[in-house]
């Protein structure tokens, strides 16, 4: 019993050793626990932080978030949960290399991008602007990226974590004997106790090996025994080692290979999440500028209404205009202010939409529901437009997109996964060696070799010592030496083949993964072509978009002039106030056109950014503060409020 506990103590010395060697720093930080024990203990992801960051109330004063494009761009970084959703992708695209580290299965890396709504116009016409990725490649690129393996497919792979056991019992049994004669009594009694350490690895290769350390002591009455008590013990190690299915680092690797590409399918989709983010919050910013001029421009038709009401008022009084000027004057007062109306609501639902997305907590901040937003950058169509060509966009975007890479890992991927399929229809041939070294110690029997039949009665006999091998006396000292000695050794070499006659499973496996893989050649090739025609699309729009605002400018001017001519042939009494009204509402449908035609200008600028991989170049985004959450470029300075 004292030898057990001895090597109880040593194998859990053992244990420690080899625990503290082989532990790994946690990736959340946690700091709980020694080296041994982490293993063992879960690590906690922290909670949530649902606080917003420090620039909100920097920008906030006197009720009014005054907000430039860099720092509507700022707080998206910092404070929008579709980009703090996609932060933990990366890292449960870490925890999943983690797992194909130890040879276990992949359990996926999610690549699905979130797209919110962010124009007032969209929810309330039902058409998607200004929240969208570059068209259809990038609003549906990345979506399948990751090549990841859901179901064990392919030769199974070893398990690559070292494991220890150990078994220890202590028994007592009582075995009545029908012949005596090997015993030396008919009711044996045994104490046997055991304790049997091990440890076992797999490795890439397709080796497997197992040691053994087995000990056993036995008390027993039978008194033909020579040793009693006695102690047997056995150092043993197995090695296997795959010759055809399983063998090579290629096939028993190949989970880590496509773990480790799933790492840069999650920068990648995080990428991805950033610019779909930062183009719809600059798209929505710009319709939240569109929308304020919207609000002036129908602010100032209503004064021109107003006006035209209160002089012709003025003129009926005095006789010289009839009557019903006064009732004409009068509805379209009314009808500008229900446009006036129609345009505030629209602008109040903008400011909604974008302080849920520059919030972690939406509206539910009482500083934050009821503050107006104040866009302080201005809508500016450049004069001239860079010529660059369009094959040059094309390169940019089939260099640049997340969506064009993540569709090449996808494939990688496939092709990785193939090596475990095609290595499944091979036979199964290993080779197995095991050496063991076995041991034996004990002290003589003391108790009377049992009377030989025929002996007088009362007849015992003692045994000689020297009839006992003096090389087996001895304690647990003297079985470990003769382990180190390996005075007793066994050796054993063998093989074993295992071959399927049909091998229909393996088969199959094989032809699902080569037609998975031709469908991903084909979908690739769709996004190629769907890339190309987002570029073309999009220097389209930003061509259509500058011709619109041209006219539109060219519109308003006309009407500003005609206008003009109408109040001044009315007052010499050469128009009447039919066409002044017309002329008015005219001028106040232009320049809403104009405003608008300029917002989609900026829109469809940012559209080709998309499309062509250039969101974050273009505004100055650095990825490292986007995961994060901290930007470092400081707040604009607030503007200037005269008294």
Known sequence: MRHIRTLLVVFCLLLVAAATAGAQAPPFGHSGGNRFTRPYQPQEVPPVNLANSARLESLLRAGRIYLSLQDTIALALENNLDIALQRYVPLVANASRMRAEA??????????????????LAQATGVTGGGGGGG??????????????????????PNLDPVMFTQASFGHRTSPQSNSFNTGTNALVLRNDVANFGIQKGFLTGTSVSFGWNNSRLATNAGRSD?????????????SQNLLQGFGMAVNGRNIRIARNNERVSD?????????????????????????????????????????YEDNR???????????????AEAEVASSQQALTQAETQ????????????????????SLVDARIVPTDRITVPPTEAVI??????????????????VKLQIENTKIGLKGSRNQLL????????????????QINKLPIPRIQGAPPGFTQQRDPASVDPFFIGGYGTALSQLFARNFPDYSIGFQLNIPLRNRSAQADMILDQLSLRQQELRQQQLLNQVRVDVHNALIAVRQARASHEAAQKARVLQEQTLDAEQKKYTLGASTIFFVIQAQRDLAQAQSVEVSAASQYMKARTQLDVATGRTLEANSISIDEAIRGQVARAPSPLPVIQQ
Do not use: C
Request: hydrophobic content about 45%.
């Open 227 to 239: 040793f009693n008590p006695s102690t047997t013990a056995s150092f043993s190690l197995s090695i």
């Open 268 to 308: 990648l989709t995080f990428k991805q999440q950033v610019i779909t983010t930062t183009s719809a919050i600059v798209s929505a910013y710009w319709d939240l500028v569109s929308f304020n001029e919207n609000v002036r421009v129908r602010r100032q038709a209503l004064a021109l209404n107003q006006k035209l």
């Open 136 to 157: 259809g490649g990038a609003a549906t690129g990345g979506g399948d990226a990751g090549g990841t393996i859901i179901t064990a497919t392919g030769t199974a792979i």
């Open 427 to 442: 036979p199964s041939l290993d080779v197995v060696a095991d050496l063991r070294n076995n041991a034996l110690a004990g």
């Open 103 to 120: 040879g276990g299965l992949l359990r996926g890396v999610p690549t699905a991008v979130q797209r919110a709504t962010t124009s007032a």
């Open 347 to 366: 602008l109040l639902q903008q400011e909604t939409l974008i302080k849920n997305a520059l919030s972690r907590v939406g509206v539910a901040s009482p």
């Open 314 to 328: 003025k003129q009926v009084e005095i006789g010289t205009l009839a009557p019903i000027e006064i009732v004409r």
């Open 389 to 406: 060509p369009v094959q040059d966009h094309i390169e940019a975007a089939l260099k640049d997109r997340p969506d064009v890479a993540q």
